[in-house]
T-cell receptor, first 111, second 112 residues
Framework: QQQVKQSPQSLIVQKGGISIINCAYE??????FPWYQQFPGKGPALLIA?????SEKKEGRFTISFNKSAKQFSLHIMDSQPGDSATYFC??????????FGSGTQLTVLP | AAGVIQSPRHLIKEKRETATLKCYPI?????VYWYQQGPGQDPQFLIS???????DKGSIPDRFSAQQFSDYHSELNMSSLELGDSALYFC???????????FGQGTRLTVV
């Protein structure tokens, strides 16, 4: 059973558009929620992360929105660029610190 | 900035052989994690070490073992390899006081 559910599985966006990826979790012990970007054959690269004490965090074109009561969080990529085309994973961890990943979203940004 | 170094990058082994994957964490990072990623799958946690001691264990087969050495590098030993072990193996490291985990480029293991 996937502890962190991610949607959509794939996403196609026009250049300059907004990409939105959603995740939901079950384990209320999770207290750290990062997003990773992965290109084919490469390791996941940390993009941005949030903790439950804030509802939103923005870094450049990337924003995480967090809804603790709904146990959901999302990644918004503003002004999406073709170079953003990659697989995006949400993840969560608690005191044990190892990451539980979502199933991934393959983002394609059309030029 | 220094990153997590993994070696080898690619490895081809036959069934029932053994393999050793190495991970060199970011300097001053004392925690190492190992993940397995199958084709089109999300990374699955295998095992982690903090200060050279095993800290958590995930879905790691009994055929696999790992350790962290005095210089904080880690090795994942895989024996009696099976075709299903073919995957990307990632190592990540983090500082004790922080939670951010940084991943290496991975080792692609192919079992034939």
């Amino acid at each position: 059973q996937q502890q962190v559910k991610q949607s959509p599985q794939s996403l196609i966006v026009q250049k300059g558009g907004i990409s939105i990826i959603n995740c939901a979790y079950e384990n209320t012990a999770f207290d750290y929620f990062p997003w990773y970007q992965q290109f084919p054959g490469k390791g996941p690269a940390l993009l941005i992360a949030i903790r439950p004490d804030v509802s939103e965090k923005k870094e450049g074109r990337f924003t995480i929105s967090f809804n603790k009561s709904a146990k959901q969080f999302s990644l918004h990529i503003m002004d999406s660029q073709p170079g953003d085309s990659a697989t995006y994973f949400c993840a969560a961890s608690g005191s044990a610190r190892q990451l539980t990943f979502g199933s991934g979203t393959q983002l394609t940004v059309l030029p | 900035a220094a990153g997590v170094i993994q070696s080898p990058r690619h490895l081809i082994k036959e069934k029932r052989e053994t393999a050793t994957l190495k991970c060199y964490p970011i300097p001053r990072h004392d925690t190492v994690y190992w993940y397995q990623q199958g084709p089109g799958q999300d990374p699955q946690f295998l095992i982690s070490f903090y200060e050279k001691m095993q800290s958590d264990k995930g879905s790691i087969p009994d055929r696999f073992s790992a350790q962290q050495f005095s210089d904080y590098h880690s090795e994942l030993n895989m024996s009696s390899l099976e075709l299903g072990d073919s995957a990307l193996y990632f190592c990540a490291s983090s500082l004790t006081a922080f939670t951010e985990a940084f991943f290496g480029q991975g080792t692609r293991l192919t079992v034939v």
